[in-house]
């Protein structure tokens, strides 16, 4: 079983940065793909970012590309998002997951949640 837990949340201004972890634990975590959602109020959650098993590729939503950067360290075992140029829209609870595949991970077809950091970017 894999467990994940995000950090790096916090109040940001817009047009400022924040970088986001999450720490995954769990015998076959280097095997799945991994990727970042969002989460705004009243709103559906949302694919961010994706890095594949072997973190060979990347994907990330339109609304983030140039902005946001995902990235893992397998020697830690995290999983990070770099988000810089922040906008108030980007406001949101930020979701990491695990998934067998990439194609899953994207439509949100994951095996595994965390529980969640608040990100807020005052305007």
């Known amino acids: 079983q894999v467990q994940l837990v995000e950090s790096g949340g916090g109040l940001v201004q817009a047009g400022g940065s924040l970088r986001l972890s999450c720490a995954g634990s769990g015998r076959t975590f280097r095997t799945y793909a991994m990727g970042w959602f969002r989460q705004a109020p009243g709103k559906e959650r949302e694919f961010v970012a994706l890095s594949s098993w072997i973190g060979g590729s990347t994907s990330y939503a339109d609304s983030v590309k140039g902005r946001f950067t995902i990235s893992r360290d397998y020697a830690k075992n995290t999983v990070s998002l770099q988000m810089n140029s922040l906008k108030p829209e980007d406001t949101a609870v930020y979701y990491c997951?695990?998934?067998?595949?990439?194609?899953?991970?994207?439509?949100?077809?994951?095996?595994?949640w965390g529980q969640g950091t608040q990100v807020t970017v005052s305007s």
């Open positions: 997951a695990a998934g067998a595949s990439s194609p899953m991970v994207v439509h949100g077809r994951v095996d595994y």
